[in-house]
């Protein structure tokens, strides 16, 4: 019996090396993006899935990058498993975590929240209004005035998420900036 053991363990010292050396792992700032891989987030029983915006939405001709009403009809017309996208709703810290922790996020993207310039007030695609009292993660607290918010040129300012080494923060934009991700929830509401 201990010659067998011995073998055994001969065996393993041999292979163990071997099978760590092949390993792939990855640090929070060597993790690459996560891209159009629907993944689900028991939380809100809902898919996520980071999206790459394609040639030919830009308003700059054939960029692959996008303005935020068309990141919302783009968003509107996926489908994963007969459930129709959205842009994103991020409601709760656990959500932006998963978003985080999941997708490793590196460009700007839109997600499902603009602010409505002329009732001065943030919506969700929902239609729910987002409070300050709301769960939120900011870059910097903004004053939505100096944000080029013209209720008569652009009547609102699209939500977008900036890229930081640790994750990612919310910033408001003008509607006429253009990112090449955007963030798309299918909610499916099932475990």
């Known amino acids: 019996m ?4 011995w073998l055994v363990a001969t065996l393993l010292i041999a292979i163990a090396p071997q099978t760590l050396a092949s390993a792939q792992t990855f640090t929070k700032k060597e993790a690459k993006e996560l891209i159009n891989t629907p993944v689900y987030n028991p939380v809100t029983k809902s898919y996520f899935e980071l999206v790459v915006i394609g040639p030919g939405y830009s308003i700059r001709g054939n960029a692959p990058e996008a303005h935020w009403s068309i990141a919302y009809k783009l968003a509107k017309s996926r ?3 007969g459930v129709r996208g959205r842009l994103a ?3 709760d810290a656990k959500t932006n975590a998963f978003l985080r922790d999941t ?4 460009r700007k993207a839109w997600f499902g929240l603009r602010y409505w310039c002329s009732v001065r007030k943030l919506q969700w695609v929902t239609r729910e209004f987002h409070t300050r009292r709301d769960y939120n993660n900011w870059d910097n607290p903004w004053d939505e005035s100096a944000n080029g918010c013209n209720s008569s040129t652009a009547p609102y300012l699209a939500a977008a998420y900036l890229p930081f080494k640790d994750g990612f923060r919310w910033f408001v934009h003008t509607t006429v900036k253009e990112y090449t991700r955007m963030f798309v929830e299918y909610q499916t509401g099932k475990e």
């Open 103 to 106: 997708f490793h996020l590196r």
């Open 89 to 91: 709703v991020i409601k």
């Open 2 to 5: 201990k010659p067998i053991i």
């Open 79 to 81: 489908r994963f498993h």
